[in-house]
């Protein structure tokens, strides 16, 4: 009984510490969301506009986020399992689009792929004004948090399964795939879902290198401009609670259960 009364205290104890960050961010959340109607949001959503900026906004953020799964979890292994000179260099570069202004980042894409730039002169390849270069800045806006995320990951699986499955004669690329991967998907999971939330909700990397075609959050700040807040709110409501809706389902998924 004692033991069951301190528990319970103790989880008192951590709530009553919890409650004002989920207040501070819920409150400002719901208090818009209450002023738009299901009407507004119905009519909203039959307006092209607003589902071609939605398909654009969520549809970049996914190839952003596949082309990072490719080529960052083989990097998040990398800065897990090996140590090398310059180990804190590389990961402070990761930290890098964190850091940064995202505005800046745009500017920095935009000398570095732009149709001026050596890339555009050499290539022929034109990423502003189209989806190319939306998946771009969201690609590095974004990226870091997958790799930090699948990097944890990675730390929390004992080498030692590794090597054993080495002196039984696997490759390291087959121990890597068959027992680190495997170990660490939840974390590798939840890592690529930050990263697409990350991409979907990118203002000022996106505005910079490819205004258009809109993706959500720049037809919200479009909308806000030229017509003020009543016009903004319902794509607002639509985009959040889209989003909300999917976080709160791929959360579940990777949600454990823990005994009392």
């Known amino acids: 009984m004692q033991r069951k009364r301190q528990k319970r205290y103790f989880t008192l104890f951590l709530t009553a510490f919890s409650l004002p960050i989920l207040l501070f961010i819920l409150i400002p959340v719901f208090s818009f969301l209450f002023k738009v109607s299901p009407t507004d949001m119905a009519t909203t959503l039959q307006e092209k ?3 071609a900026s939605l398909i654009t906004t969520f549809r970049a953020s996914l190839w952003a986020t596949f082309a990072a799964t490719l080529f960052g979890i083989p990097l998040a292994y990398l800065l897990s399992r090996k140590r090398f000179y310059g180990k804190a260099f ?3 570069i990761l930290d890098i689009p964190i850091i940064i202004p995202h505005t800046a980042a745009g500017i920095a894409l935009l000398s570095t792929f732009g149709t001026r730039s050596l890339f555009g ?3 022929g390849l034109t990423i502003v004004g189209n989806e190319l270069g939306i998946a771009i800045a ?3 806006v974004s990226v870091p948090f997958l790799i930090n995320t699948a990097k944890e990951g990675f730390n929390l699986v004992d080498v030692r399964y590794e ?3 080495i002196t039984l004669g696997a490759s390291p690329l087959k121990a890597a795939t068959t027992i680190a991967i495997p170990m660490a998907k939840r974390s590798i999971f939840a890592g690529m879902l930050l990263m697409w939330g990350r991409g979907v ?3 000022g990397a996106v505005m910079i290198l490819a205004y258009h075609p809109m993706t959500a959050p720049l037809l919200i700040y479009d909308r806000f401009e030229s017509f003020g807040l009543a016009y903004a709110r319902p794509v607002t409501a639509i985009l959040v609670l889209i989003t909300l809706l999917m976080f709160v389902f791929f959360r579940s998924l990777l949600t454990e259960k823990y005994d009392d």
Do not use: H, L, P
């Open 121 to 123: 002169q050499t290539t």
């Open 49 to 51: 506009e607003v589902i």
């Open 163 to 165: 090597k054993v499955a």
């Open 201 to 203: 909700s990118e203002f």
């Open 90 to 92: 590389v990961e402070g």
């Open 138 to 140: 969201m690609f590095f």
